[in-house]
């Protein structure tokens, strides 16, 4: 077993706003038209970068302190044809959803791009229905991917039957569908995280649930704006509620999460892990579940992360791999292909990190399976206690440097990170508070 002994100020923490709910914000708020306001808003690279875009669309937003924006847009048949191209950085979500909602506005040309991660990641996952929705949206780089080049229309009636299980395609085909004042039937196999269905309802819209995983939305759509508020990001927070169960001393609270239950899959993984995290002033604010979560040092084990809960998890699975190298009998994750479409693709660079550590894993097309408690593992551990040093690459990916960071604070290995100014795209003051949840 890795050593554990780290001990933790037992403190209450906050974590920055989510970055889903942020993105959306910005999106709901260009398409209304007059004024909205949103609070908790996560000033990070990402969803500052669809900011910044829809800026050049025609929405004024205003800073009135951190986190607190005031938004003022002339509505959907108002937004104009920016001028310049517009770059949504490292964020597959901004792009995506951004995308659908473009191709919506009558008369709005753009072209959306990236940096060099983003422009590897597949888009014909919304190129395809588009299309067939009637958009004009063609991928410039390489088997349709970004940059990509719009020409807002009005697209017709359009049903979707979804074969991955994201909400990222479903987002943007909704968002595609409000811009422009058509109807959407969609269906996923697994539910995928429903946060533009709720805001959407929040603005007055209403959702028919032909069955718990289709639905319908028809014109015509309330977008008279909304004021959003932002809980804090249960993705950056499951950082530390691994720090947390694995710590051998302290307690943590991670304060104002939200508890959407498309995205609690954590909660439920490190559960069944063997974890103990306790939720507080469970509450619902603006349509979505929020509350607290109180972390116990507990003792992990190998569970069977079954293929339902993959969507619910899939950008936690980096950190929960870490929380895994502890599990007594090992860890596996299957059914999660989709994680070779992220930042990077988490399969591999997961893989190709653990094994620089030394120890062995079976990779898979879909995922991985390893056991950091295996008499080989033990030997590897001792190695790198005395002090062995190990380059881990972050492979332009916030969550695969955040979690390797979270496992040299948990080990005290020599682990040094090619690079981490990846975390400021979801995730600004990361390393600030991790050291402030240490004792030196
Ligand atoms: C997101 C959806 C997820 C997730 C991403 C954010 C969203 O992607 O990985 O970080 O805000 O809709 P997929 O739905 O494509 O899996």
Redesign the pocket.
């Known amino acids: 077993m890795i050593p554990r002994n780290t001990k933790l100020k037992s403190r209450e923490i906050t974590v920055p706003g989510d970055k889903?709910l942020s993105?959306r914000s910005v999106l709901f708020a260009a398409l209304s038209k007059g004024r909205s306001k949103v609070t908790g808003f996560l000033e990070a690279e990402d969803p500052l970068n669809t900011m910044s875009a829809f800026t050049k669309l025609g929405l004024n937003a205003k800073k009135i302190a951190p986190g607190e924006y005031e938004f003022e847009s002339p509505g959907k048949e108002s937004l104009v044809s920016p001028n310049v191209e517009l770059d949504f950085g490292n964020a597959?979500?901004g792009i995506r959803l951004s995308a659908g909602l473009i191709c919506g506005l009558r008369g709005v040309n753009a072209t959306l791009t990236g940096d060099d991660s983003l422009k590897k990641r597949p888009m014909g996952r919304i190129i395809k229905p588009l299309t067939a929705m009637g958009a004009s949206i063609v991928g410039l780089g390489e088997k349709e991917t970004a940059p990509l080049k719009i020409e807002g229309r009005k697209l017709s009636a359009f049903r979707y039957e979804s074969p991955i299980a994201?909400?990222?395609?479903k987002?943007c085909l909704m968002l595609a569908a409000i811009a422009s004042e058509t109807e959407l039937e969609y269906s996923e196999n697994i539910l995928?995280?429903d946060h533009t269905e709720n805001m959407f309802r929040f603005l007055g819209n209403e959702i028919e649930r032909i069955t718990p995983l289709r639905f319908k939305i028809k014109p015509p759509y309330i977008l008279n704006g909304g004021e959003f508020k932002v809980p804090g990001d249960i993705s950056s927070a499951a950082f530390f509620l691994v720090l947390g169960v694995l710590a051998k001393e302290g307690n943590l609270v991670i304060s104002n999460i939200g508890l959407n239950p498309a995205r609690t899959g954590i909660l439920t993984a490190l559960e069944l892990m063997g974890a103990k995290v306790e939720i507080l002033n469970r509450r619902i604010e603006c349509g979505e579940p929020v509350g607290d979560l109180k972390t116990y040092p507990s003792v992990l084990k190998k569970a069977n992360i079954p293929e339902s809960l993959i969507?619910s998890i899939?950008?936690e699975i980096p950190i929960l791999s870490v929380a895994g190298l502890f599990a007594e009998g090992g860890f596996e994750i299957r059914h999660a292909e989709?994680l070779r479409a992220?930042e990077s693709d988490r399969i591999h660079t997961m893989v190709s990190n653990f094994r620089a550590l030394g120890i062995e894993v079976e990779e898979y097309p879909d995922g991985y399976a390893l056991d950091g408690t295996s008499k080989k593992s033990e030997i590897v551990w001792a190695e790198l206690s005395k002090g062995k040093k190990i380059s881990i690459l972050s492979h332009m990916d916030h969550r695969i440097a955040m979690s390797f960071l979270i496992l040299k604070s948990l080990s005290g290995f020599s682990l040094e990170i090619d690079e981490t100014s990846w975390i400021e795209t979801s995730f600004p003051g990361f390393e600030t508070l991790l050291r402030g949840c240490l004792y030196e």
């Open positions: 889903s993105h597959g979500t994201s909400a990222q395609i987002s995928s995280r969507p899939i950008d989709e992220k």
